[in-house]
């Protein structure tokens, strides 16, 4: 960080104090086209490096471009497609939602096998310009305030932003040199931020290959040598059917991909109904999941929280603990085999996501489970992977925060770097 310095040569030119050799003007000085793709037909799976694909609004978010959030374009459609994302450019969700709208991506590479939909707007400048700067700056509080703001649409579901309306933001601009500069020191930590998530990535492949060998009795502790004993399901778990007295008891919380979270959380707000008397309530070590799309994993043990409520939809459920322990049961009512019973004992429902659980027939199927001693072993294993994947993950937090608080310095002058 030696190529960062102070000066103090700042004077307010209108949105804020800045250096003296900056300018203060409107996107449309060094923006010459905003131009939109073409949504075309396309399936819900993402296209590999020799298939087409057109990008998803989801690719765009907080200064970042992700290719991989696309669908692949169906064949008789793909003469139709048009836009590659190009080297340097930014990319913006022109229409969204209104949380979503204004997102903003810097194109680190040109990919010719993917494609923008008209959703999304990609620059073509005039002047010389970083893509990298660009992006950094339209991500920072007051600028992503402005372009959600200025988004129009009688919706409350989907805002619209105009290109007159987009062009007019009013933004500070530091001479090229230094727009390079800036964006060389923040790709630095882009790179630190994306070594610490392959690692993450990693760390979480190989915790998904010790739960298929520990889970399934493929690999043992040496000092185990008993046969796993086999067991009907329902001798594990029982429904559990207590219900809230008053309304708001306890915090509702949800089932989610990343656990059990709280809604408010989640979701940003409570979306549960605001009468949740009668609310199925969930304690600690209980299991709970949706009926509905508990074939695709939706389960999960409460660990996070001493107590809380659940939809109705939920089913919750008590362990037999004599006959099974809690923190193996998290990850072994996950497992790729548990999985399948769910959707063996679901029928399909009026949405080809959504299923019936037969619970009384799941209930009355048989797996094989170790001593209650040998299942602590696999869950302290387990755990262990957690706790480092999760310790990283709070690295990521913090560098990340390290670098927002950066940017905030280097983007608007109060820091300025050697030229």
Same mark, same amino acid.
């Given at each position: 960080?030696?190529?960062?310095?102070?000066?103090?040569?700042?004077?307010?030119?209108?949105?804020?104090?800045?250096?003296?050799?900056?300018? /203060?003007?409107?996107?449309?000085?060094?923006?010459? #086209?905003?131009?939109?793709?073409?949504?075309?037909?396309?399936?819900?799976?993402?296209?590999?490096?020799?298939?087409?694909?057109?990008?998803?609004?989801?690719?765009?978010?907080?200064?970042?471009?992700?290719?991989?959030?696309?669908?692949?374009?169906?064949?008789?459609?793909?003469?139709?497609?048009?836009?590659?994302?190009?080297?340097?450019?930014?990319?913006?969700?022109?229409?969204?939602?209104?949380?979503?709208? %204004?997102?903003?991506?810097?194109?680190?590479?040109?990919?010719?096998?993917? @494609?923008?939909?008209?959703?999304? $707007?990609?620059?073509?400048?005039?002047?010389?310009?970083?893509?990298? $700067? &660009?992006?950094?700056?339209?991500?920072?509080?007051? @600028? *992503?305030?402005?372009?959600?703001?200025?988004?129009?649409?009688?919706?409350?579901?989907?805002?619209?932003?105009?290109?007159?309306?987009?062009?007019?933001?009013?933004?500070?601009?530091?001479?090229?040199?230094?727009?390079?500069? !800036?964006?060389?020191?923040?790709?630095?930590?882009?790179?630190?931020?994306?070594?610490?998530?392959?690692?993450?990535?990693?760390?979480?492949?190989?915790?998904?290959? &010790?739960?298929?060998?520990?889970?399934?009795?493929?690999?043992?502790?040496?000092?185990?040598?008993?046969?796993?004993?086999?067991?009907?399901? %329902?001798?594990?778990?029982?429904?559990?059917?207590?219900?809230?007295?008053?309304?708001?008891?306890?915090?509702? #919380?949800?089932?989610?991909?990343?656990?059990?979270?709280?809604?408010?959380?989640?979701? +940003?707000?409570?979306?549960?109904?605001?009468?949740?008397?009668?609310?199925?309530?969930?304690?600690?070590?209980?299991?709970?999941?949706?009926?509905?799309?508990? $074939?695709?994993?939706?389960?999960?043990?409460?660990?996070? @929280?001493?107590?809380? !409520?659940?939809?109705?939809?939920? +089913?919750?459920?008590?362990?037999?603990?004599? *006959?099974?322990?809690?923190?193996?049961?998290?990850?072994?009512?996950?497992?790729?085999?548990?999985?399948?019973?769910?959707?063996?004992?679901?029928?399909? %429902?009026?949405?080809? /996501?959504?299923?019936?659980?037969?619970?009384? %027939?799941?209930?009355?199927?048989?797996?094989?489970?170790?001593?209650?001693?040998?299942?602590?072993?696999?869950?302290?294993?387990?755990?262990?992977?957690?706790?480092?994947?999760?310790? #990283?993950?709070?690295?990521?937090?913090?560098?990340?925060?390290?670098?927002?608080?950066?940017?905030?310095?280097?983007?608007?002058?109060?820091?300025?770097?050697? /030229?």
């Amino acid at each position: 960080m030696k190529q960062i310095h102070q000066r103090n040569k700042n004077i307010d030119k209108g949105i804020g104090i800045l250096p003296e050799k900056w300018r /203060v003007v409107e996107l449309s000085e060094f923006i010459r #086209l905003l131009n939109a793709g073409v949504s075309v037909n396309s399936e819900d799976r993402p296209a590999n490096h020799n298939q087409y694909g057109v990008l998803k609004t989801s690719a765009v978010s907080n200064g970042v471009f992700y290719p991989s959030e696309n669908k692949i374009i169906k064949e008789d459609e793909i003469t139709r497609a048009k836009l590659n994302p190009i080297k340097g450019a930014i990319i913006i969700s022109r229409m969204n939602t209104p949380e979503l709208v %204004g997102e903003i991506g810097y194109v680190d590479k040109t990919y010719k096998n993917l @494609f923008l939909p008209d959703r999304l $707007w990609q620059t073509e400048y005039n002047e010389k310009i970083s893509g990298k $700067w &660009l992006a950094s700056l339209l991500t920072l509080w007051e @600028f *992503k305030k402005q372009l959600k703001n200025i988004a129009t649409g009688t919706s409350g579901s989907m805002k619209n932003i105009s290109k007159k309306a987009f062009l007019s933001l009013k933004v500070p601009y530091p001479p090229y040199e230094e727009q390079q500069k !800036i964006a060389k020191i923040l790709l630095t930590w882009d790179k630190s931020v994306e070594l610490k998530e392959k690692l993450i990535e990693q760390k979480k492949e190989q915790k998904k290959g &010790l739960m298929q060998k520990l889970l399934t009795g493929k690999t043992r502790f040496p000092d185990y040598t008993e046969n796993w004993s086999k067991v009907r399901l %329902g001798e594990l778990i029982k429904e559990a059917n207590e219900k809230s007295t008053v309304n708001n008891q306890h915090q509702v #919380l949800s089932v989610t991909k990343n656990g059990i979270m709280s809604q408010n959380k989640h979701f +940003k707000k409570q979306v549960a109904s605001e009468n949740n008397v009668g609310y199925k309530v969930i304690r600690k070590n209980n299991l709970v999941f949706s009926a509905m799309n508990l $074939w695709m994993g939706s389960l999960d043990v409460l660990t996070t @929280f001493e107590v809380g !409520i659940v939809s109705p939809a939920y +089913k919750v459920f008590e362990f037999h603990t004599d *006959k099974i322990n809690p923190e193996f049961a998290k990850y072994f009512m996950k497992t790729e085999y548990m999985i399948w019973l769910y959707k063996m004992n679901s029928e399909q %429902g009026a949405s080809i /996501v959504r299923r019936n659980l037969d619970l009384k %027939g799941l209930l009355n199927t048989y797996v094989k489970i170790p001593a209650i001693k040998e299942q602590k072993e696999i869950a302290n294993i387990l755990l262990s992977s957690d706790k480092e994947i999760n310790f #990283l993950e709070k690295e990521i937090e913090e560098l990340n925060k390290q670098k927002k608080g950066l940017m905030q310095l280097l983007l608007t002058g109060q820091i300025r770097v050697k /030229v």
